[in-house]
C-alpha cells in the first residue's frame, strides 16, 4: 500500500506507473483504493463507477475498470455534503460529522472488494488517500491504517520534495503514529525531485536513520504526468493555463470552472492538440473572447448555475452567442443551456425549479436514478464516431432533442442541436478522447487535430514505468509484499 505524508502528493500516478511497471515483468496485477474522494469519474465494465485514478491504474494494468477497484467514492456536493457510492452505486448523501459515524459499516464491503481482486491476480498495488498523519481520523479509518491494519497490508510511505520539508514530512509521519501503525510502514519514497539527485543522498540517509524504514527510491519530476488524466481539481493549478489566453494558437476554447466541477478530464485530449489554446477561466475572471465555449460537467447542477451567473459568464456567454460564437455543454452543462432545471426531490438541496440559459429550448428534472453506461456511437452533425460513458441524474425534454446529436450503437439518440448548429449538448463524457470525433469538433471551429491520444496515453504509460524502474527499488518494494 502506498501512503502518503499529503494529498497531491502523486500516490495515484506513482500507483499507475508502478501497475504497468510490473504488468511488464509479466505479472497479474490490479489497482485498489478503499475510499476515494473525487468528482473525476469513470464508469466501470460491471455498470458501476471508480474514482478516474483507478480507471487510469486498471489501463496500466491491461485490464477493464471494476467498482472493487474502489469500493468507496465520495463525491462533493453542495448543501447536501458529498454523494457516497459504494461498489459503484449511490448509497446515500452525507456530511462530514455523519460520515465518519457511517464509515464503520463501509470497511465490511472494503474488505470484501480487497479480497476478491487478491485471488485474481499475483498483485495488488492499494493507494492510499490524503495523508497517513491525519491522527484525528484514525478512529474506524478504511482509507489508510484502518484499512491496512484490518487487511494485514505492508505500507510504503510517499513523500513530495517539490513542496519543500519532505524530511520533516516523512520523519513527522513517523512521530505522530501510534506504535502499530508506524512499525507497518517498511519503507519510503520521495517523489517530484529535480536536479542532481546525490544533492539528496545524506536526506534520504537522514530519513532512512530517524524513521528505522527503508529508502526505496528518489523519484525525479515525471514531465509528462499532464498527458495522464488526473484525479482531481488540484492538477488544473499545476498544469497552468488558468485563465490565461496564449493568443498563438489556432483556435481558443474556453471552460469556466465551475465550482462543483466534474469528470474535467473530458478535456484532457483537447489540452493536448497542438491547435488548440484550452482556458479553464477562473471564479472572478470574465470568458475571453474566443472560438467556443464549454459548459463542463457539475456535480450540483443548480448550485453551479447560481455560481456562473454570481461570476457573471451567464452574459459572457450570451454575449459570445450573439456574436455568432460557439457553445457546447455536457452533461450537467447541457442541462444549463436549457429553459428550466428542476429538482423536485431535493436531489441536490432544496426542492426548486430555476431557469437555464435558454440557448437549448429543452427542460430538465433531476430524476433520483442514475446512469451509468458505457457508450459508443456515430455523430449526427458530421458522421464522427465516438465512444464515451453517460454518467448523470436527469432527463431532458423539449423541441430540442427532436434535433438530436449522437446516435448510439444500439440506436438510441442523445443530445440536442440548435437548428443553426451554433449551440451542441449531450450527456456523453469521454468524447473527446475518440480521436475522429475530436478531429471532427476542431473541424467544426476552424482547426485541425494532429494528435494520436489514445496511442499517446499507453506511450507515456510505458515511459512512467521505465522512469520508476530507473529510480525504484522494484524488487525491494515486491519483497514487502511477499
Known sequence: MVQGTGSDVGKSLIVAGLCRAYMRRGMRVLPFKPQNMSNNAAVTADGGEIGRAQALQALACGVAPHTDMNPVLLKPQSEIGAQVIVKGRIFGNAKARDYQRLKP??????????????ARCDLVLVEGAGSTAEINLRAHDIANMGFAGAADVPVVLLGDIDRGGVIAQI??????LAPDDAGR??????NRFRGDPTLFA?????????????????????????????????????RGGLGRVSRDKAVTIAIPRLSRLANFDDFDPLAQE???????????????????????GSKATIADLRFL?????????????????????????????????????GMEGEAETVPGLGLLNLATELTGSKRLEAVAGVSLADGAAFTGY?????????????????RMSDGSLDGARAPDDLIRG???????????????????????????YEATIEATLDALAKHLEACIDLDGLLAMAQ
Not at 205 to 224: E, V
Not at 438 to 447: N, Q, T, V
Open 105 to 118: 459499516q463501509l470497511m465490511g464491503p472494503v474488505l470484501e472488494s480487497f479480497e476478491r481482486l487478491k
Open 171 to 176: 520523519v513527522g509521519t513517523k512521530a505522530v
Open 185 to 190: 510502514i517498511k519503507g519510503f519514497l520521495v
Open 202 to 238: 545524506d536526506g534520504m540517509s537522514l530519513i532512512a536513520a530517524k524513521t528505522g524504514w527503508q529508502a526505496l527510491g528518489l523519484i525525479p519530476h515525471f514531465m509528462a504526468a499532464h498527458r495522464l488524466p488526473a484525479e482531481d481539481a488540484a492538477a488544473l493549478e499545476r
Open 274 to 296: 497542438p491547435t488548440v489554446d484550452l482556458v479553464f477561466v477562473e471564479p472572478g475572471q470574465p470568458l475571453p473572447v474566443c472560438d467556443l465555449i464549454i459548459l463542463p
Open 309 to 345: 451567473r454570481a461570476q457573471g459568464w451567464d452574459i459572457d456567454v450570451l454575449a459570445h452567442v450573439r456574436r455568432g460564437g460557439k457553445v457546447m455543454g455536457i452533461c450537467a452543462g447541457m442541462q444549463m443551456l436549457g429553459r428550466t432545471v428542476s429538482d423536485p426531490h
Open 390 to 406: 453517460e454518467m448523470h441524474v436527469g432527463k431532458s425534454v423539449g423541441p430540442a432533442m427532436a434535433h438530436q446529436w449522437l
Open 426 to 452: 449531450c450527456y456523453v463524457h469521454g468524447l473527446f478522447n475518440h480521436d475522429a470525433q475530436r478531429a471532427a469538433l476542431l473541424d467544426w471551429i476552424g482547426a485541425s487535430s494532429t494528435l494520436a
